[in-house]
């Protein structure tokens, strides 16, 4: 099985900043990439921010240059850090990794359980 763990988010003032982990954990065997998605109230989930294992990153336009995603590897890890958070900001974020389980070779989609934040207007 494989699980993933993770932390932070919360109540963010506008303005302040931002910092979620997401562990992975489990057998596993490959994992190709890993990111974060967010889904605001009334609307559809998006892409925030990924990374694959080659270091390639991805952002969502309206987090360019205030969102940065890295990834350690030796702990199936990846971070979202964000900065001059705003209202639009706010939602639940969920991770998101693509790997192959031991024993397998086709990677597949996993899913957080998803983190609550909150930046008031």
């Known amino acids: 099985q494989v699980q993933l763990m993770e932390s932070g988010g919360g109540l963010v003032q506008a303005g302040g900043s931002l910092r979620l982990s997401c562990a992975a954990s489990?057998?596993?065997?490959?994992?190709?990439?890993m990111g974060w998605y967010r889904q605001a109230p009334g609307k559809q989930r998006e892409l925030v921010a990924s990374?694959?294992?080659?270091?390639?990153?991805n952002y969502a336009d309206s987090v360019k240059g205030r969102f940065t995603i890295s990834i350690d590897s030796a702990k199936n890890t990846v971070y979202l850090q964000g900065i001059s958070l705003q209202p639009e900001d706010t939602g639940v974020y969920y991770c998101?990794?693509?790997?192959?389980?031991?024993?397998?070779?086709?990677?597949?989609?996993?899913w957080g359980q998803g983190t609550q934040v909150t930046v008031p207007s």
């Open positions: 489990g057998s596993i065997f490959r994992i190709d990439a």
């Open positions: 990374i694959t294992s080659g270091g390639s990153t």
């Open positions: 998101n990794v693509n790997l192959a389980r031991s024993g397998t070779y086709f990677a597949r989609d996993y």
